[in-house]
């Protein structure tokens, strides 16, 4: 059997989440490979921690088809989450307990020996770089730190995926960047990752493949570098205004870029040539506050996709 | 639902129990013998003297067991009641565990073994204190404790349905309020119910707690009869697996949505 037919690690088809009337899920297909970082990119209440928590076993699907390692969320659950590892959105830490306590009692769970525990605490607690607050309770640790102590709980029955919801969400941009470091070197050792983020800095450092969801749909389907090419330009120029750009300037741009997207106080210029883009502005007497060009991002595609901007401006 | 793996989260709470027991202890020493010392002693001086108390037995030994039984009523119900709620909305543990191989019956039977195992550890306390102020009669006493773990899961089962069910911690007084406080003080715990107008006898008759209490007294004073003993071991029996069954379905409803 060749790589791509491999079977895989998650399997979803027409997969719906229901509250009462409120569609959270609206039939998504996707497949996660053995070995894949797959992301799931989307604004709040796109669905993302939904589908999470079924694949989580936690959440019973309200319709469709969902396979975890082969097996049934629904029937098997005990059997395949003693096969993940899960971070969810917002902590579980015992705040009383410490560190390695907490680490511990989480392995307990898996039904591992104190003795066998022990030495793994200590190798995850180095792995997430706690080993100096090891023996401190959890309460007064940083936002960053209690995050990495939720990996590395996470990790204690070393699973074959690991499900991450929002790693790195209300992080500071270095405690985000100690989180990456870390899934980064779980990559690299061959672990198979699914996360969830609304940043899409986050969805271009770490996945390999990602889905783009808005209003419990699937809008793409791509590596970040194919979504870029798919779905933008290599290019914007970013033209700055104080207030709210004229709205004459959509037609005075004419020509220079293949698409532009008015924002609030901003216009994007997509185009595969972003200084000639920019040069051309001048040529056209235009006077925005400041004129930025940048590489394209995801969330050039996802506005592209659905119209809206990622994160609330 | 497994032993082995309700034991796992078993676990937990007896990890969460070593930071405070030392509390919990003294507050399980200091109770029995306040309560003993004001009305065995104390008001019991009066009663005694008045020769009003049932069978003509010395009130310290009439209240001993009514207080005990009450006391296995407060602590299974308090012990299902904030834990429980906190276990969902603040310390979250419970999710915690559902992301690992334990389950929802694993969680609630875990979780009820501990709280079976507080009132089990409060009620030997109790039950030393009582013997210490000479209130028992019979060597029977030794069957209050197991009387005393099943009363606890009688109030902790039901106890625990319900706090899965609520939202902030406000929805245990009324609780409190209506359902504990008047059994506490009227299901035969300080005098008989016949005491009672006819009516709230009866009332008194439904309740738990008055089960839990002739069972109690019946063993610490040797006046046991086979036909009462299983009547309320049964009823007491009906409120546990109906309250810890009524559990697994509110805990499923409430954490797998
Ligand atoms: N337990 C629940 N009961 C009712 N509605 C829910 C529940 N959980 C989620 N929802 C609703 O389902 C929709 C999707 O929520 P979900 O948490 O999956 O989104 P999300 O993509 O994770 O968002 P966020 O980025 O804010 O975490 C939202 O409208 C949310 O309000
Ligand atoms: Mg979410």
């Known amino acids: 059997m060749g790589e791509s037919q491999q079977l895989p690690l998650v399997r979803a088809r027409?997969?719906?989440?229901?509250?009462?009337?409120?569609?959270?899920?609206?039939?998504?297909?996707?497949?996660?490979?053995k070995g894949?970082?797959?992301?799931?990119?989307?604004?709040?209440?796109?669905?993302?921690?939904?589908?999470?928590?079924?694949i989580g076993c936690v959440s019973p699907p309200s319709g469709g088809e969902l396979r975890v390692l082969g097996l049934d969320p629904v029937k098997d659950g005990a059997q395949i989450r003693a096969r993940l590892g899960v971070v969810p959105q917002d902590d579980t830490l015992d705040f009383e307990l410490t560190v390695r306590e907490n680490v511990i009692i989480y392995g307990r769970y898996f039904g591992m020996s104190r003795k066998e525990l022990r030495a793994r605490a200590d190798r995850l607690i180095e792995f997430v770089q706690l080993e100096d607050r090891a023996d401190s309770r959890v309460e007064p640790l940083s936002g960053g730190m209690k995050r990495r102590l939720t990996i590395a709980r996470s990790l204690i029955n070393d699973p074959e995926v690991l499900l991450l919801d929002e790693p790195t969400t209300g992080l500071d941009p270095q405690a985000r960047h100690v989180v990456w470091d870390r899934l980064h070197s779980?990559?690299?050792?061959?672990?198979?990752?699914?996360?969830?983020?609304?940043?899409?800095?986050?969805?271009?450092?770490?996945?390999?493949?990602?889905?783009?969801?808005?209003?419990?749909?699937?809008a793409a389907e791509g590596s970040p570098v194919e979504l870029i090419r798919q779905y933008s330009t290599r290019e914007v120029v970013e033209l700055r205004f104080p207030t709210e750009p004229p709205a004459e300037i959509a037609t005075s741009v004419d020509g220079l870029a293949r698409r532009v997207e008015m924002l609030s106080n901003r216009v994007l210029l997509y185009t595969d040539d972003g200084d000639r883009t920019a040069d051309g502005i001048h040529g056209r007497g235009l006077a925005p506050q400041s004129v930025l060009v940048r590489r394209s991002t995801l969330e050039d595609v996802f506005l592209h996709l659905t119209g809206r901007t990622l994160v609330d401006e | 639902m497994s032993y082995a793996l309700a034991l796992r989260s078993y676990e937990f709470w007896l990890a969460f129990y070593k930071r405070t027991w030392r509390g919990s202890l003294a507050t399980s020493i200091v109770n029995p013998v306040f309560y003993l010392g004001a009305l065995g002693v104390g008001l019991g001086t009066l009663v005694n003297r008045a020769g009003t108390t049932p069978g003509g037995v010395d009130y310290l030994a009439f209240v001993a067991p009514g207080v005990l039984a009450a006391t296995a009523m407060q602590v299974g119900t308090t012990e299902a009641?904030?834990?429980?709620?906190?276990?969902?909305?603040?310390?979250?543990?419970?999710?915690?565990?559902?992301?690992?191989?334990?389950?929802?019956?694993?969680?609630?039977?875990g979780h009820q073994l501990w709280m079976a195992t507080r009132?089990?550890?409060?009620?030997?306390?109790?039950?030393?204190?009582?013997?210490?102020?000479?209130?028992?009669?019979?060597?029977?006493?030794?069957?209050?404790?197991?009387?005393?773990?099943?009363?606890?899961?009688?109030?902790?089962?039901?106890?625990?349905?319900?706090?899965?069910?609520?939202?902030?911690?406000?929805?245990?007084?009324?609780?409190?309020?209506?359902?504990?406080?008047?059994?506490?003080?009227?299901s035969g715990t300080f005098f008989?119910?016949?005491?009672?107008?006819?009516?709230?006898?009866?009332?008194?008759?439904?309740?738990?707690?008055?089960?839990?209490v002739d069972l109690c007294r019946g063993l610490t004073l040797g006046t046991i009869t086979w036909s009462s003993a299983v009547v309320h071991v049964a009823y007491l029996l009906v409120w546990a697996v109906g309250g810890v069954a009524l559990a697994f379905s509110t805990y499923r409803r409430r954490l797998l949505k």
């Open chain 2, 119 to 186: 009132v089990a550890t409060s009620s030997a306390v109790y039950l030393a204190v009582i013997a210490a102020f000479g209130g028992i009669q019979s060597p029977l006493a030794v069957l209050a404790l197991p009387a005393c773990v099943l009363i606890g899961v009688a109030f902790a089962g039901p106890m625990a349905a319900y706090a899965a069910t609520r939202e902030r911690d406000g929805a245990f007084v009324p609780v409190m309020r209506f359902g504990i406080v008047p059994m506490f003080l009227f």
């Open chain 1, 186 to 218: 779980l990559k690299h050792a061959g672990a198979t990752l699914l996360l969830t983020t609304h940043y899409m800095d986050e969805a271009e450092q770490l996945c390999d493949r990602l889905v783009v969801m808005d209003k419990g749909k699937i």
């Open chain 2, 192 to 212: 008989p119910i016949s005491r009672l107008p006819v009516v709230l006898e009866w009332v008194a008759r439904a309740t738990p707690l008055w089960h839990g």
């Open chain 2, 81 to 109: 009641s904030w834990p429980v709620l906190g276990s969902i909305r603040w310390t979250r543990v419970y999710y915690a565990m559902l992301a690992t191989p334990l389950g929802i019956g694993d969680i609630v039977v």
């Open chain 1, 36 to 54: 894949e970082a797959f992301g799931f990119l989307g604004p709040n209440g796109a669905g993302k921690s939904s589908t999470m928590r079924m």
């Open chain 1, 14 to 33: 027409g997969l719906e989440k229901r509250f009462d009337d409120l569609v959270a899920v609206d039939g998504i297909d996707f497949d996660v490979q």
